[in-house]
């Protein structure tokens, strides 16, 4: 079981900390990733970590803005979104599978959270 949370309302610039608790499932031997879904739009990946935090990827339009960590010892995914922009308001889920790499493609993931909703306001 995946569950996220730390969702909320941000403003334009602003910071806001997603996290993902797992449970159930060997979380140190997953690799992970963080997928959003806008309104009206297809759900799309975010940033995936390696199965020990070693490799990480991201979609260009949040590189140097969010970072995806995990600590293993504690089962939970972390996202830290900075300068937040008014196109990443969205669901955000986290996901998981069982191979040790990231993808980028939401059907190579079995496990997904409910996701948690951020607007972004001012």
């Known amino acids: 079981q995946l569950v996220e949370s730390g969702g909320g309302v941000v403003q334009p610039g602003g910071s806001l900390r997603l996290s993902c608790a797992a449970s159930?499932?060997?979380?140190?031997?997953?690799?992970m990733a963080w997928f959003r879904q806008a309104a009206g739009k297809e759900r799309e990946f975010v940033a995936g970590?390696?199965?020990?935090?070693?490799?990480?990827n991201y979609t260009d339009s949040v590189k140097g803005r969010f970072t995806i960590s995990r600590d293993n010892s504690k089962n939970t995914l972390f996202l830290q979104m900075n300068s937040v922009k008014s196109d990443d308001a969205a669901v955000y889920y986290c996901?998981?599978?069982?191979?040790?790499?990231?993808?980028?493609?939401?059907?190579?993931?079995?496990?997904w959270g409910q996701g948690t909703q951020v607007t972004v306001s001012s």
């Open positions: 159930g499932l060997p979380f140190s031997r997953f690799s």
């Open positions: 970590s390696s199965w020990l935090g070693g490799t990480t």
């Open positions: 996901a998981g599978r069982r191979p040790t790499l990231a993808t980028v493609f939401a059907s190579d993931y079995s496990y």
